[in-house]
Antibody, heavy 113, light 111 residues
Framework: QVQLQESGPGLVKPSETLSLNCAVSGYSISSGYYWGWIRQPPGKGLEWIGTIHHSGSTYYNPSLKSRLTISVDTSKNQFSLRLSSVTAADTALYYC??????WGQGALVTVSS | QTVVTQEPSLTVSPGGTVTLTCASSAGAVTSDSNPNWFQQKPGQPPRALIYSTSNKHSWTPARFSGSLLGGKAGLTLSGVQPEDEAEYYCLLYCGGAQHWVFGGGTKLTVL
C-alpha cells in the first residue's frame, strides 16, 4: 500500500520560504512514476503546483514557477517543496501525490506574521 | 493560462443518473488531455476515481464511468448512492512541459 506523508512548519511569515517534505512508503520513488504537489486554499478548489520525476526532471505551474523548487531524494524516498516569498495567498492545505492515484492527508500551511 | 470549467453544482435523486462535464478554454478536450476525475468529501483528501479519460482505479465503484462527450470530458454516475454526495474535480493536461490544470469543482447533492 503506497502511503505519502507531508511534514513541515504549519506557520510561515510573509516573504519567507515555505518548505515541505513528503515521505513515501510502500513504493520506491526510484522505481518510477511522477510525484507532485497540489494545494487547496481553505474553502476553495485544487491547484496543481508542480511535478517531479524520479530522474529529477521537474514541471512547474507557470504562475508559481519563479518562486518554486521541487526536489527528490531517492536515498530517503522522499521529495520536497520550497516556495519562496510567500504571501497570505499561499495559505493552503498542501498535498503530496503520486500522480495522481495516491495522496497524502495534507499539511495546512498558514502564512501570517 | 488555460481555464477548465465544470458545473458549479448539480442535484440528483438517489438511484438516478447524472453526468458531470469538464471543458477547456483551449478547445476540445481529447484523450491527449488525459482527463482525471477526483471525489472529495469534507475534511478528506481527494480520492482518485478515473484516469486517462475512462480508466478506473481498483477502488473505483462500478457506477462511476468516464468518457468524452461533445468536446468535453464527462463523469457519469449511474445508480447514485447517498454517499456519492461530494465535490468532484476534473484535471486536464494542457500544453507541453507536463502542465496540469484543475477544474473549479462540481458540488454534487444527492436529494
Amino acid at each position: 500500500q503506497v502511503q505519502l506523508q507531508e511534514s513541515g512548519p504549519g506557520l510561515v511569515k510573509p516573504s519567507e520560504t515555505l518548505s515541505l517534505n513528503c515521505a513515501v512508503s510502500g513504493y520506491s520513488i526510484s522505481s518510477g512514476y511522477y510525484w507532485g504537489w497540489i494545494r487547496q486554499p481553505p474553502g476553495k478548489g485544487l491547484e496543481w503546483i508542480g511535478t517531479i520525476h524520479h530522474s529529477g526532471s521537474t514541471y512547474y505551474n507557470p504562475s508559481l514557477k519563479s518562486r518554486l523548487t521541487i526536489s527528490v531524494d531517492t536515498s530517503k524516498n522522499q521529495f520536497s517543496l520550497r516556495l519562496s516569498s510567500v504571501t497570505a495567498a499561499d495559505t493552503a492545505l498542501y498535498y503530496c501525490v503520486r500522480l495522481f492515484d495516491y495522496w497524502g492527508q495534507g499539511a495546512l500551511v498558514t502564512v501570517s506574521s | 493560462q488555460t481555464v477548465v470549467t465544470q458545473e458549479p453544482s448539480l442535484t440528483v435523486s438517489p438511484g438516478g443518473t447524472v453526468t458531470l462535464t469538464c471543458a477547456s478554454s483551449a478547445g476540445a478536450v481529447t484523450s491527449d488531455s488525459n482527463p482525471n476525475w477526483f471525489q472529495q468529501k469534507p475534511g478528506q483528501p481527494p480520492r482518485a476515481l478515473i484516469y486517462s479519460t475512462s480508466n478506473k482505479h481498483s477502488w473505483t465503484p462500478a457506477r462511476f464511468s468516464g468518457s468524452l462527450l461533445g468536446g468535453k470530458a464527462g463523469l457519469t454516475l449511474s445508480g447514485v448512492q447517498p454517499e456519492d454526495e461530494a465535490e468532484y474535480y476534473c484535471l486536464l493536461y494542457c500544453g507541453g512541459a507536463q502542465h496540469w490544470v484543475f477544474g473549479g469543482g462540481t458540488k454534487l447533492t444527492v436529494l
